[in-house]
């Protein structure tokens, strides 16, 4: 859309001020909504909107919506037939290693803004840590504290990682060191590793794992971020290609984390670690490609792996995104789920569908927002409306937290 028709898709955010102090410490206040860490960028002056390749916390006219919803509609309005959706489960493995063996690694960036979106990422390191939502107050690498600084970092990317499975798909387990696990059900996992006295990262006492790895776009900013011996990081994903690629990269080490492959959509697949072991589970632009009636399980899986006071951290897509304006008629599966024309698929959530999603686990919800923003292409003259998904929920103490 040009900028001259599109006067209306801006707001005044008067009430919105932005602070900054010295050194990587940031927050946002407003006046009408609760702090959030999304960026400060707000484009109050229609005709600076070039003047910048992303704007934060961007306000939607009510015809703007009702815009987006009509052309949701429309795009659903032809669904693929029913006869041939059963390849997008049966083929999903052949989707994904396809992908990653046509683009390897270069076609996503790396996530270096995880660290001021997710500060606790870093919350092993006490001293400093800020634990008030909105708050960035990390020891960011020195490479990265341009975010926190918001010096025009880097526009989050259009994302697709793999955990998508189906009842049809081959059981693929998990991967210790080339070797296929084949132990089932999350019971079983502790019952594995209580006849074990070790398992890879057994020795650390801060564990990450990131669901959905692909080519390890989170995973290297993350290792080379954690230079601490006492924190280790689990990976997996869907794709034997995209854990290869991360196994084969330059700073991979097993000595600080631990790449497999696995299909958490699979209820009898075991993991390389025990349940309640985890301080962070990332899942990243890898929930959407999951079918909507599996999402639940999926979930409900990975909090029995969180240690009680563990944290699961989110990003996805949301409703009325650009990416899903953009899908033709004929690449609905479903009700606000579509297939892309590599075979992959992507999910477009509410709010209220991601609250249920962790609260139905039984996770307390610390932060659900809806991150619209606007993406400029000031090449050609194009703004483009994203709206993403971010959410903390955290994993009650037994008998003690509400």
């Not at 076609?107 to 660290?115: A, I, V």
């Not at 900013?221 to 689990?234: C, E, G, Q, R, T």
């Not at 209220?352 to 809806?370: C, K, P, T, Y």
Request: net charge positive.
């Amino acid at each position: 859309m040009k900028l001259k028709s599109h006067c209306t898709f801006f707001q005044t955010l008067s009430s919105i001020a932005w602070k900054r102090k010295a050194g990587p410490q940031c927050k946002l206040w407003s006046s009408d909504r609760p702090t959030a860490p999304l960026g400060a960028r707000i484009l109050t002056d229609p005709k600076k909107v070039f003047e910048h390749n992303m704007w934060d916390h961007v306000q939607w006219s009510h015809q703007e919506k009702e815009d987006a919803r009509k052309k949701a509609i429309e795009n659903s309005s032809v669904q693929i037939p029913l006869e041939e959706r059963d390849k997008y489960d049966k083929e999903a493995g052949k989707y994904w290693d396809e992908f990653y063996k046509t683009h390897q690694n270069k076609f996503f960036k790396d996530r270096n803004w995880l660290f001021f979106e997710f500060p606790e990422l870093l919350s092993h390191r006490r001293e400093g840590f800020g634990v008030e939502e909105g708050q960035c107050n990390v020891a960011v690498p020195a490479s990265k504290s341009d975010i926190c600084n918001n010096k025009d970092p880097q526009p989050v990317q259009s994302e697709r990682f793999s955990a998508h499975s189906s009842p049809h798909t081959e059981h693929r387990g998990g991967v210790i060191d080339g070797a296929v696990s084949s132990c089932g059900g999350s019971g079983r996992n502790n019952e594995m590793w209580k006849k074990m006295n070790t398992f890879p990262g057994s020795e650390a006492t801060f564990r990450i794992f990131e669901v959905g790895c692909g080519a390890g776009n989170s995973v290297f900013p993350i290792v080379n971020a954690l230079k601490d011996k006492s924190v280790f990081l689990y990976c997996c994903d869907f794709s034997p290609q995209a854990v290869e690629l991360v196994k084969t990269h330059q700073n991979y080490s097993r000595v600080r984390c631990h790449a497999f492959v696995h299909d958490v959509c699979e209820e009898a697949a075991t993991f390389p670690f025990p349940d309640e072991s985890l301080d962070i589970i990332l899942l990243v632009f890898v929930l959407s490609s999951i079918h909507p009636e599996r999402m639940q399980g999926v979930v409900n899986r990975l909090t029995q792996l969180l240690k009680p006071g563990g944290t699961l951290l989110f990003r996805d897509y949301g409703r009325y995104d650009l990416s899903q304006l953009r899908f033709k008629r004929g690449r609905c599966l479903s009700e606000n789920f579509y297939v892309r024309g590599d075979g992959t698929c992507v999910y477009f959530f509410t709010k209220d569908e991601v609250h249920n999603l962790f609260s139905n686990a039984g996770l307390n919800e610390i932060q659900n927002l809806e991150d619209r923003r606007l993406q400029v292409n000031r090449g050609k003259g194009v703004v483009m409306r994203r709206v993403w998904m971010q959410s903390k929920y955290h994993k009650p103490l037994a008998h003690s937290d509400p």
